[in-house]
């Protein structure tokens, strides 16, 4: 009893310890090494390891990156929402920054002069004009012609062009931009986004309706944030971004979030989300973007549904540890009842045995009781005793209430043969 106790412990021990090992160990997508979303990894990655988690960090375009953790092939993904809204075997974590939909105008295109929507309408469609999108059919291409296409500027109004991937994420691009000179930028990024700066030092600059900012309910960015429902309307104070932004602009803002596959465990999210919000001081020490992270959210702007261990914690329902590990109960009780119920069988099998063995010192007595050769019925039995004793010390024969019946019936035959050998 006492080993299959050990043996029960021991698997318990070996179960729950690989189950904690499995979860800590997690892989990770993000955009191109640079970026915000990559950034926001290796601070993860750098400030968790204490914690016992274990990141691999791989790098894909978003839309890849996303189709790999819908897949079950990477276990997260840091990335804003899809214009695709395909939501299909994804959920959120927590929305960890936001990012804006900022656009800039060279100094020298005549989208300049525009004074409202309607004369920049106006100018796209008399100007076959250059604007240039991030990576082509990416969340930040897409959301950027979508608005376009609101503002009836459809793709044969203008001559796209596009940031390669892979390219060195800031000088890259400023060299693209530099030779090719478009006449509108798209770019979705945080508000302190270097590579914003750079190109307002370049001589492209924020256009909009004027006194946009202090009437952000009439702005055209607030009625698309309502219409996408996915993206919400956001100040940016002037000078935030660059010495040459001297007037607040209005953006459209998006949550970029830690998103997993569905079926990732409900355990393993919950302490993961925990984590990372009780870390957040030391993340915001490597990655300012942490700033804006908060377990409090409008879940109206997220792409994909809260993942359950994520609303667990956001609710504090915290899981009892029996409602956490009610599965590796089961199989444990399981287990124990197999054990208990082999170690019964066992020991019946056992007792009948010894059992068995006894009754054959019975007959062996009760045999040389019939002898009438009586000094050759006493030594027989002498022998039997000692054969007995034998096993008894073996532990193979138990000296139990069977083995005292066993002595009493040899004592008994005894006395008989003695006296009928006195009187032969």
Request: with cysteine.
């Amino acid at each position: 009893m006492r080993l299959a106790s050990t043996i029960i412990l021991l698997g318990i021990t070996l179960l729950l310890g690989a189950c904690s090992n499995r979860s800590k160990k997690l892989t990770i997508t993000t955009y191109t090494p640079g970026s915000d979303s990559h950034n926001a990894a290796l601070a993860i990655k750098e400030v968790l390891a204490d914690d016992g988690w274990d990141f691999t960090i791989v790098t894909n375009t978003h839309e890849k990156g996303v189709e790999a953790v819908r897949n079950g092939d990477i276990d997260l993904a840091i990335t804003s929402n899809e214009i695709s809204i395909n939501a299909r075997g994804l959920r959120s974590l927590i929305p960890i920054y936001n990012e804006v939909l900022i656009t800039l105008v060279k100094e020298e295109s005549p989208l300049v002069s525009a004074k409202n929507l309607e004369e920049l309408l106006a100018i796209a469609k008399s100007n076959r004009l250059n604007f240039m999108f991030s990576e082509k059919g990416s969340y930040s291409h897409l959301f950027a012609q979508q608005l376009l296409t609101d503002l009836d500027i459809t793709e044969n109004l203008y001559n796209a062009q596009y940031f390669p991937h892979g390219e060195e994420y800031k000088t890259g691009k400023i060299e693209l931009v530099k030779t090719e000179n478009p006449d509108l930028i798209t770019i979705v990024g945080t508000v302190d986004n270097e590579l914003i700066g750079s190109l307002m030092e370049l001589g492209y600059l924020f256009r909009q309706q004027e006194n946009m900012a202090n009437n952000i309910e009439e702005s055209f960015y607030s009625s698309f944030a309502l219409k996408m429902a996915r993206s919400f309307p956001v100040v940016i104070p002037e000078y935030t971004i660059s010495k040459k932004q001297t007037e607040a602009v209005i953006a459209a803002g998006l949550y970029t979030s830690l998103i997993s596959n569905k079926d990732l465990e409900d355990d393993v999210v919950y302490d993961l989300v925990r984590d990372i919000i009780r870390a957040q001081p030391e993340l915001i020490s490597f990655n300012s973007n942490f700033f804006e992270m908060s377990e409090i959210f409008d879940s109206r702007f997220l792409n994909y549904q809260i993942h359950c261990g994520a609303m667990d914690y956001c609710e504090r329902d915290e899981p009892s540890f029996l409602e956490r590990y009610a599965e590796l109960a089961g199989v444990v009780f399981s287990m124990f009842v197999v054990f208990i119920t082999l170690l019964f069988t066992m020991n019946r099998i056992l007792k009948q045995r010894k059992k068995d063995r006894i009754d054959v010192y019975y007959l062996e007595v009760m045999k040389a009781r019939k002898n009438v050769n009586y000094q050759e019925a006493l030594t027989q039995l002498l022998k039997l005793e000692e054969k007995a004793l034998q096993q008894m010390v073996d532990e193979k024969l138990a000296a139990d209430s069977s083995y005292i019946v066993f002595q009493q019936l040899l004592l008994q035959a005894r006395k008989e043969l003695n006296t009928k050998l006195e009187n032969s």
